[in-house]
Nanobody
Framework: QVQLMESGGGSVQAGGSLRLSCVASTYTASSYCVAWFRQAAGKERERVARIVEANYQESTSYADSVKGRFTISQDNAKNTVYLQMNSLKPDDSAMYYC????????????????WGQGTQVTVSS
């Protein structure tokens, strides 16, 4: 059983930056796909970034809406995955969730077994 805890959310003005952290109680980087999802009020939960390690190589992927602005990374020694968010826009306002699963990295949130409680990001114009 993996427990995830997010932190780092807050309120910023458009153009600002935030770094979200997701600390896992225990996981082996080579076994898990870790993703950041977000859900705005009245909208479906969407995956914004994911990271997975396979054959000792790290692979990342981003939603088109955040590509070039967000960066996902991991610190294996700290069991932590980060989401660096730059050039934030009001449309980025949402609850951000960290999720993990063993194996591949599907888009659908229903495929992820482990979830954090979420951290709120609010971007004002």
């Amino acid at each position: 059983q993996v427990q995830l805890m997010e932190s780092g959310g807050g309120s910023v003005q458009a153009g600002g930056s935030l770094r979200l952290s997701c600390v896992a109680s225990t996981y082996t980087a080579s076994s898990y796909c870790v993703a950041w999802f977000r859900q705005a009020a009245g909208k479906e939960r969407e995956r914004v970034a994911r990271i997975v390690e396979a054959n000792y190589q790290e692979s990342t992927s981003y939603a088109d809406s955040v590509k070039g602005r967000f960066t996902i990374s991991q610190d294996n020694a700290k069991n932590t995955v980060y989401l660096q968010m730059n050039s934030l826009k009001p449309d980025d306002s949402a609850m951000y969730y960290c999720a993990a699963r063993v194996g591949g990295c599907p888009q659908s949130p229903s495929a992820y077994n482990y979830w954090g409680q979420g951290t709120q990001v609010t971007v004002s114009s």
